[in-house]
């Protein structure tokens, strides 16, 4: 079945008990055992399992074409569970531009532990490859990238890692381009990881994250124990805010990357923009790669005003109807100046603004930027 179908059926049942459509939230943080003393149904603790919990693994499993699926309490959970999981001497080869919280993980909560990381450009297969060790036992990918939405050709780096040794595992972070537009697993990778907050999620009221895996291997049964011991659990009513988004998804992120299309060439025609990012339009230069492994360019995008950070300042001041907000893939269309957010360390232009695209009639996008570019 396509995916529209499965984002509404996968991992759902009519309720026994009630005939209810929608999956009752499972509260309960414990459940009996049968008189001799077996889970006959498969729930014992709900740290360990609960039924919302199940319904959803099962659900991003099968989007994503992989076996297996945890729902995790955050996107950083699972970046958290995965580095959780090396071995001292162990090193992670990850992007330059990779998303802010991975270095934070990395650097400041296992900052101590004897892993090592170095940060490339994953678009350059040359250094990927230069980059990998012997030691080196995860390959963590970002495409788009944040917030210049650099394209890392997925097949490409799949490759080097298994050429290099089976004991290198591939995971793509697929929060930006979740399964309606891209397939990491199809491509080779061995997991995907998501911040659900975003995009599957869908509507900026639930935090929460996933690791889907195409086959068994000890990294996934690791992050697995990180979970369930370690304690990185959505709630159920988590879980099931998470797998209503899904519902709607695959008919959610198509508007969006439509309306993103639509934003992208109007603000390219601007004459107060220096340079649109973004993968659909032919300029950029990840452009041949994202035609080929996406079905779609996605909701975000970022640009960069002629002029210096007060321009842009002014610019995200100025608009009306995108919210002056971080995070990305709800239904209201966000602005922010990523600079100003990442610090002095940060090497993102001072006049680039990054737009979160939302479910709003494009035109009135528009409008909005047009005002605010005019100010
Ligand atoms: C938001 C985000 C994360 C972290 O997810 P949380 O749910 O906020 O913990 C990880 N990767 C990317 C690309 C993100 O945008």
Redesign the pocket.
């Known amino acids: 079945m396509k995916i529209e179908t499965r984002a509404v059926h996968a991992g759902r049942h009519i309720d026994p008990a009630t005939g209810a459509v929608t999956m009752p939230i499972h509260l309960s943080t414990t459940f009996e055992r049968s008189p001799s003393g077996e889970y006959p149904l498969g729930f014992s603790y709900s740290r360990e399992n609960n039924p919302n919990r199940q319904a959803l693994e099962v659900c991003l499993a099968d989007l994503e074409g992989g076996t297996q699926a945890l729902a995790f309490s955050?996107?950083?959970?699972v970046?958290a569970a995965l580095v959780q999981g090396l071995e001292p001497g162990d090193h992670i080869l990850a992007p330059d531009d990779v998303?802010w919280?991975?270095r934070k993980v990395i650097g400041e909560v296992f900052g101590k532990f004897p892993i090592e990381t170095t940060y490339v450009d994953m678009t350059d297969l040359d250094a990927v490859s230069a980059g990998i060790r012997p030691s080196t036992r995860l390959i963590w990918v970002?495409t788009p990238s944040?917030p210049l939405m650099k394209i890392t050709d997925l097949a490409a780096v799949a490759g080097l890692a298994r050429a290099a040794s089976p004991q290198v595992l591939t995971v793509c972070?697929g929060?930006?381009a979740t399964p309606v537009l891209q397939r990491p697993l199809d491509c080779g990778f061995d997991m995907v990881a998501h911040?659900?907050?975003?995009y599957i999620g869908g509507h900026s009221d639930v935090?929460?994250?996933a690791l889907i895996t195409r086959h068994e291997n000890y990294l996934f049964e690791r992050a697995r124990k990180s979970q369930r011991y370690g304690g990185s659990v959505p709630s159920p009513f988590d879980c099931w805010l998470t797998l209503r988004g899904l519902d709607t998804f695959p008919y959610r992120v198509r508007a969006q990357s439509q309306n993103a299309m639509q934003v992208a060439r109007w603000l390219q025609a601007h004459p107060a923009v220096e340079q649109v990012h973004y993968p659909g339009l032919e300029e950029h230069p990840g452009h041949a790669i994202a035609a080929r492994q996406m079905t779609a360019f996605g909701g975000m995008l970022s640009f960069q005003v002629r002029g210096a950070r007060e321009k842009a300042m002014a610019v995200a001041a100025g608009c009306r109807l995108f919210i002056r907000a971080t995070?990305?893939g709800g239904a209201h269309s966000l602005i922010e100046h990523r600079a100003s957010v990442e610090g002095p360390a940060s090497r993102t232009p001072q006049n680039l603004l990054r737009l979160s695209i939302g479910l709003e009639h494009p035109d009135d996008l528009v409008e909005d930027l047009d005002q605010a570019l005019t100010v």
């Open positions: 955050s996107g950083l959970a970046a998303y919280g991975l970002e944040n972070d929060t930006f911040s659900t907050t975003k935090i929460g994250g995070s990305l």
